[in-house]
């Protein structure tokens, strides 16, 4: 995120894009949660990223209540509060016990605790330009975390060899909505705003190179998958029909080196039956 309302055309105009892309990154995770509710299960996914994500937002609601003419800031970060709630209401919804307890546990430390500390205490304790710039670095911090908190997805990736909980999309819309916000604080010489966003960068091409790794290991292991099942199912059925007899199954191997001599199993099979026929009519 960062900070709007600058009379810099070229930064204003990175502040706007900035905004239409942290629309997205807000809404990239939908196919999740609609995976989620489809499934009635949460599976492996955490709601870590989306408990940070929301502090995120709220804190940079705050910081646009101390500081004025940031009308974008606070439309973005809104909608953003709006939707990370929709997510987590979701994830509590269909998560197991475990995760259900953490979440909620999480959510009243971090979301509910701090965040009501951070205004008291700013408010009482500091005073003018000082409280701005005290809650801008905290919004830093939180930024920060905000690309730092599918950390531990990555480690799952690397661990596991597959990016099934790590969605592509948010990945990506996080990378572009870092570069947009990196040319907004640079523009505007801000370091508060550009220091996060180089971490977000870096992080979000990290992620997108692990998808890139091991998707593709991914694929190979399915290919080779399917192959060993293939493998493991040497037998077909074929249908010999005897005259005047009920009709015989006859399993015979898939393999190409074996089919000519199951075809000719099967031929000598209804050959012998019509012979027997024969035999007994003669009889």
Known sequence: MAIMGSGNTVALTFGILGNIISFLVYLAPMPTFIRIYKKKSTESFQSLPYLVALFSSML???????????????????????????????????????????????????????????????HFALAGSLRVKVVGWICVSSSVSVFAAPLSIMVRVIRTKSVEFMPFWLSFFLTLSAIMWFAYGAFLKDICIAIPNVLGFTLG???????????????????????????????????????????????????????EQGNIDAKDAKENGSSMEINECLE
């Open 205 to 259: 091409l990290l992620q997108m190179l692990l998808y890139a790794i091991y998707k593709k290991c991914e694929a190979r292991k399915i290919d080779v998958t399917e192959e060993r099942e293939q493998a493991l199912d040497p037998m077909q059925n074929i249908i010999v029909e005897v005259p005047m007899r009920t009709r015989e199954v006859i399993p015979i191997p898939v393999n190409d080196d074996l089919n």
């Open 60 to 122: 940079w609601l705050y910081y646009a209540y101390l500081k004025p003419d940031v009308v974008l800031l606070i439309t973005v970060n809104s909608v953003g509060c709006a939707i990370e709630i929709i997510y987590i209401i979701i994830f509590i919804t269909y998560a197991h016990k475990d995760a259900r307890s953490l979440t909620i546990k999480l959510f009243m430390v971090m979301n509910v605790g701090c965040f009501t500390l951070i205004p008291l205490i700013s």
